[in-house]
């Protein structure tokens, strides 16, 4: 349809804005009023800032769509003019025509919804052709107009400065005369006005305020809702008389011409750098949607969710709980994809029996499938992390018939061996080597002791990216190699870790919360079935992976090595490999990377045009 390549153009601007991936994210749609408003333009395109060039005192940026986050419509508009044999300016010259109260002005007040423009907008061509003496083709139709919005491209600086912007705490809305689709392609524009809103503070559309630009009233409005005077907001627009409009009520302004100076000017009104690289945007937790399944077996299982389309089931590890998927789930979820990142059983708010033999693989992998079934999911695509790789790649080894596709972080799926032989444990008591903590981790009580005391420096000495900006005095890395030696995980490590660049006050807060709430034990028990893992997965013994698989192994990772996956390829003849140069923490040290990795996979499984490239 006209409107599904501009919709998805404006998903990928709302991934990369910000941590989620601009372009990796999550449905289509078309915001019309990126397309409409661009038509209006007045033809004025000197980059023109004013207002106070104060760095201090900025709290607040409100972005046009149309020749701002993307590419300005009326070029597309020209290309169309020209494909019919028009003047370059006919179409833009009719929208132009008996303003304020023509069809385009109607419609962007709404007015008039889509269709009714159509048909409207299709009869003042006609009649400003014969007034023109300008030879309009007979098969001229109003919906056409939309086709030829389908090239317009966002602008991936802008994107950009919008996930610096919205990372940096600085209030963001979206400001654009828009219209009412009525259309048959209106789901489009519903899904990517729901994803711009995962990234702006506010949406304000002319077509629900009854208001379009320049009316200064609209600007006031955006003010009130973002709680800002207009002397604390910036307001970029490409159009001269939108930029006169905003200026005269205090707003500082920047009319969008060229850019990389329009952008030069927002770094100085802000005194933020737009222009470095930008992370994926992470999900609130506040604001995200929750639930609880009860399994089969009586287990309850929590679980966190975002966006429609095929499901990918996020399956976490230790100790971070699915608060780690934080930056992927927006990217899934822009990019079309129903995220459902799962809180493990002895996480959170899930069941936590204290039995570690409640924990085995074999019943772990019964619970997700039990889950899915209580959520009518009869297929899924499985990606994990740490323990949560472990589990995928079981799931996909003995309940093939449910697993879409698989993939994991970190963790290299192990083939079993045809028979039992020498238990894994009695190897690792050998030569525990990087597995000593595991060791450790054996004993009931003794861990959860020691950590629980000092959970919050454990989790920022254990949870840390393996490059120099996260080291500090003392800090030597964890003892996976050397806990039972010393007899303590965190013996000999430093008191009072400083934060880690992976994770801030207040989303360390929310994790720790998390633990709190559910206590060590059944996180620890994850670790206690180590051989009877190995056991079930004999079962499986010479089977081969045959669905869609990914490995995204991690340079820096000292215990799930790069090398320790050297096995895979033998076993699975659809496997894609990644490859990210960070540690452990790939998830939240290498999110953009990771993202665009982990959605260029899926779209090619689910064979969706969608190439995204991780910004937001």
């Excluded at 023109?48 to 060039?53: F, H, N, V």
């Excluded at 159509?118 to 086709?147: M, V, W």
């Excluded at 079935?529 to 081969?544: A, L, M, P, T």
């Amino acid at each position: 349809m006209a409107y599904s390549r501009f919709s998805f153009l404006i998903r990928r601007c709302a991934l990369d804005c910000k941590k989620l991936i601009l372009l990796s994210n999550h449905h289509h749609c078309p915001p019309t009023s990126l397309i409409l408003k661009k038509f209006s333009t007045s033809g004025v395109f000197n980059l023109q800032a004013s207002g106070s060039a104060a760095v201090m005192g900025k709290k607040a940026v409100i972005f046009d769509l149309g020749g701002v986050i993307v590419q300005q419509p009326q070029k597309a508009l020209a290309k169309f003019s020209r494909k019919l044999n028009l003047p370059e300016l006919f179409f833009e010259s009719v929208m132009i025509e008996g303003r304020p109260d023509n069809a385009f002005c109607r419609m962007e007040r709404g007015e008039i919804t889509t269709s009714q423009f159509c048909d409207a907008f299709e009869k003042e061509c006609h009649d400003y052709a014969r007034e023109k003496n300008i030879a309009l083709p007979s098969s001229f139709r109003g919906q056409d107009l939309f086709t030829a919005f389908a090239e317009t491209e966002p602008v991936p600086e802008i994107i950009n400065a919008i996930g610096v912007l919205k990372n940096k705490g600085m209030k963001l809305c979206l400001l654009t005369n828009n219209y009412i689709d009525d259309t048959a392609s209106r789901g489009l524009s519903a899904g990517a006005i729901m994803n711009l809103r995962l990234i702006f503070d506010e949406i304000l559309e002319s077509c629900r305020l009854g208001m379009r630009k320049p009316d200064s009233r609209i600007y006031q409005e955006a003010c009130h809702r973002l709680g800002v005077p207009p002397e604390e907001a910036v307001f970029l627009d490409d159009l001269g008389t939108n930029v006169k409009a905003a200026r005269s009520l205090g707003l500082s302004t920047i009319l969008v011409k060229d850019f990389t100076k329009a952008l030069t000017e927002l770094q100085e009104l802000t005194g933020i750098n737009v222009f470095e690289k930008a992370i994926p945007m992470a999900c609130n937790p506040e604001e995200i949607c929750e639930g609880e399944v009860t399994t089969e077996d009586g287990v309850k299982l929590h679980f966190f969710e975002m966006g429609q389309g095929p499901p990918v089931i996020l399956c976490h590890g230790f100790p971070e709980g699915w608060y780690c998927w934080r930056r992927q789930m927006p990217a899934l979820a822009m990019s079309g994809y129903r995220a459902i990142a799962l809180e493990m059983k002895g996480y959170g708010e899930s069941s936590c029996p204290p039995d570690p033999k409640e924990y085995t693989m074999e019943k772990n992998a019964r619970d997700v499938i039990s889950f899915m079934d209580r959520m009518g999911i009869p297929q899924a695509t499985f990606i994990g992390h740490d323990w949560g790789g472990m589990l995928v790649w079981c799931l996909a080894l003995h309940y093939p018939e449910r697993t879409r596709a698989v993939g994991a972080f970190n963790t290299p799926f192990y083939p079993p061996p045809k028979t039992v032989g020498v238990l894994p444990m009695e190897k690792m008591k050998e030569d525990p080597g990087a597995f000593s903590y595991q060791l450790y981790f054996q004993e009931v009580g003794k861990a959860e002791s020691e950590i629980g005391e000092d959970l919050e420096n454990f989790f920022k000495i254990m949870v840390r990216a393996a490059r120099k900006e996260d080291f500090f005095p003392g800090y030597t890395g964890t003892n996976f190699d050397t806990a039972m030696e010393k007899g303590g995980f965190l013996k000999g490590s430093p008191k009072n870790a400083p934060y880690s660049i992976l994770y801030d006050e207040q989303e360390l807060a929310y994790s720790l919360s998390r633990i709190r709430k559910s206590g060590l034990r059944g996180m620890l028990n994850w670790y206690r079935n180590i051989d009877e893992n190995y056991v079930w997965n004999v079962k499986g013994s010479g089977r081969k992976l045959l669905c869609p698989a990914l490995m995204v192994t991690c340079e820096k990772d000292v215990v799930l090595t790069p090398a320790s996956s050297r096995f895979m390829d033998k076993w699975m003849p659809n496997l894609t490999r990644g490859h990210l140069h960070c540690g452990h923490w790939s998830l939240l040290e290498r999110p953009t990377e990771a993202n665009e990795i982990l959605l260029n996979w899926l779209n090619k499984v689910h064979s969706k045009p969608q190439r995204l490239t991780a910004v937001l």
